[in-house]
Nanobody, 126 residues
């Protein structure tokens, strides 16, 4: 069973950058697809980015394409989300998640993920 913990959130001005880190545990971390999701106040949790177990495939929400980059280091059981050119509308709690099953396919819906971190707040001021 994988356990996850996010860090790296904070307050940043529009146009700035942050790098979120998701530290995982468990010997099988590298076999799970990983994703980042976010939830703003009063809104549903939404997909941000995802990566396959072998880093062979990635996918991004249209709203973050070209600005955010997801990567992973299986040796460190860690997933990253590099966020550049941040906008006020990126303000949300960001969650990392691991897929329910071992998979080689990028997963982009919340129902495909069975393990979640506690979340980290990202606030972008205008």
């Amino acid at each position: 069973q994988v356990q996850l913990a996010e860090s790296g959130g904070g307050l940043v001005q529009a146009g700035g950058s942050l790098r979120l880190t998701c530290a995982g545990s468990g010997r099988t971390f590298g076999r799970y697809g990983m994703g980042w999701f976010r939830q703003a106040p009063g809104k549903e949790r939404e997909f941000v980015a995802a990566i396959t177990s072998s880093s062979g495939g990635t996918d991004y929400a249209d709203s973050v394409k070209g600005r955010f980059t997801i990567s992973r280091d299986n040796a460190k059981a860690t997933v990253y989300l590099q966020m550049n050119s941040l906008k006020p509308e990126d303000t949300a709690v960001y969650y990392c998640a691991a897929t329910r099953t071992w998979t080689l396919v990028v997963k982009v819906t919340t129902s495909d993920y069975g393990t979640w971190g506690q979340g980290t707040q990202v606030t972008v001021s205008s």
